[in-house]
């Protein structure tokens, strides 16, 4: 299992981390931005993505769409402050998997993981 995070926080980075390490993934691969986390998902093949909405250089909207372009079925699970509906909606439209609202427990987090991405619940 692989996963890649991509969000401009190294300490949402962290917290990421440690959640899915606690729900079993070994392989994870940390993005500062949206243009990193772009060539690291074209450079591999990875189960599932985290990503943040705001981020510099690329952000987590144009991210889900480029990858969309390339992977039409990775989860894909936005972690955002953005909760409008309209941003929910937008990210919905581009083939979001799911949305999770910061900040968070990671009780709730992992719940939402492992339903969001069935392999998961394997490990």
Known sequence: MKALIADDARMMRTILRRCLEAIGV???VEAE???AA???FRA???DIVLTDWN???KNGLQLLAEIRALDAHVPVIMITTEGQKGHVTEAIQAGVTGYVLKPF????LKKKLTAYCPRLTAL
Request: glycine letters at 6%; aromatic letters at 6%; charged letters at 45%.
């Open 26 to 28: 070994k392989e994870i």
């Open 33 to 35: 931005d949206g243009v």
């Open 38 to 40: 772009i060539d690291e």
């Open 44 to 46: 591999d093949r990875f």
């Open 55 to 57: 981020m510099p250089n």
């Open 105 to 108: 427990e990671q009780d709730t």
